[in-house]
T-cell receptor, first 117, second 109 residues
Framework: GAVVSQHPSWVICKSGTSVKIECRSLDFQATTMFWYRQFPKQSLMLMATSNEGSKATYEQGVEKDKFLINHASLTLSTLTVTSAHPEDSSFYIC?????????????FGPGTRLTVT | GDSVTQMEGPVTLSEEACLTINCTYTATGYPSLFWYVQYPGEGLQLLLKATKADDKGSNKGFEATYRKETTSFHLEKGSVQVSDSAVYFCARGTDKLIFGTGTRLQVFP
């Protein structure tokens, strides 16, 4: 099946610094990629949807200036958490979809655990 | 807004026991319904799906039926195995997915 990787799998950073998380579709070209955030014992919350070559669409309540998303190619999307603070500590998960339509399946990465100290 | 509610875990079962994980969803529109499974250290994988009322999704011995009248999509398996131990997520949507909180299943030999 389709494989999506994330790097790093975990990261610890100091408050005020920025962290970049990569999401790659390894064996298919992803027209659309999604970024989710998951708090302990809570569901995955969609943060933003990105289509290759265009600006990401952010969900209500997600700060676009804090969570910068770039989808520069059909196999790579990046999420940069800028000026990170302890409340940004969370599990970030990406998914990739072959097509723009919702009829295509989403394939998920293994997630990145971010800890801000 | 739209939401998905699923039973809290962990669910602890002995091997070969029957499994039911409850899931209900808000009925806005005509969403597709999904069950995803996450094994330790891996990403979510689609387990099964149903796209319209009365559809039954099935895979690997798991089944779930899209019940519009009760807005439910309960996951069932007649005989679980140790290898089924994982976290199971119910989700609704088509273009965007809305997830439940996940239910951890632990199966012991």
């Amino acid at each position: 099946g389709a494989v999506v990787s994330q790097h790093p799998s975990w990261v610890i950073c100091k408050s005020g610094t920025s962290v970049k998380i990569e999401c790659r579709s390894l064996d298919f070209q992803a027209t659309t990629m999604f970024w989710y955030r998951q708090f302990p014992k809570q569901s995955l919350m969609l943060m933003a949807t990105s289509n290759e070559g265009s600006k990401a669409t952010y969900e209500q309540g997600v700060e676009k200036d804090k969570f910068l998303i770039n989808h520069a190619s059909l196999t790579l999307s990046t999420l940069t958490v800028t000026s990170a603070h302890p409340e940004d500590s969370s599990f970030y998960i990406c998914s990739a979809r072959l097509g723009a339509s919702g009829t295509y399946e989403q394939y998920f990465g293994p997630g990145t655990r971010l800890t801000v100290t | 807004g739209d939401s998905v509610t699923q039973m809290e875990g962990p669910v602890t079962l002995s091997e070969e026991a029957c499994l039911t994980i409850n899931c209900t969803y808000t009925a806005t529109g005509y969403p597709s319904l999904f069950w995803y499974v996450q094994y330790p250290g891996e990403g979510l994988q689609l387990l099964l799906k149903a796209t319209k009322a009365d559809d039954k999704g099935s895979n690997k011995g798991f089944e779930a039926t899209y019940r519009k009248e009760t807005t439910s999509f309960h996951l069932e398996k007649g005989s679980v195995q140790v290898s089924d131990s994982a976290v199971y997520f119910c989700a609704r949507g088509t273009d965007k997915l809305i997830f439940g909180t996940g239910t951890r299943l632990q199966v012991f030999p």
